[in-house]
């Protein structure tokens, strides 16, 4: 098993910035892809970024340019740096560890607001 736990979320200005965290626990050995996806109101849930254990990225198209994923191995932590923040960003903010033979972990959420 795999516990997650992200802070970070909060109300922001339009242009400002926020720093995610999300830290891992427990079988963390198992872990091979760290993401980030959020889900707004009356909306699917969506990939923002990912990041394997090599430290190869992959970031949504809204956010490419904007948004910076990181991940520190030896805190077990991955980090969402977002910049540049728009309206359309505002959702809960999900990370999610992924595990080989199709095993995953969801944290709890953090609320993102960005208000225009």
């Known amino acids: 098993q795999v516990q997650l736990a992200e802070s970070g979320g909060g109300l922001v200005q339009a242009g400002g910035s926020l720093r995610l965290s999300c830290a891992a626990s427990g079988s963390i050995f198992s872990i091979n892809v760290m993401g980030w996806y959020r889900q707004a109101p009356g909306k699917q849930r969506e990939l923002v970024a990912s990041i394997t254990s090599g430290g190869v990225t992959n970031y949504a198209g809204s956010v490419k340019g904007r948004f910076t994923i990181s991940r520190d191995n030896g805190n077990n932590t991955v980090y969402l740096e977002a910049n540049s923040l728009k309206p359309e960003d505002t959702a809960v903010y999900y990370c999610?560890?992924?595990?080989?033979?199709?095993?995953?972990?969801w944290g709890q959420g953090t609320q993102v607001t960005v208000s225009s």
């Open positions: 999610k560890a992924s595990a080989p033979f199709g095993r995953f972990y």
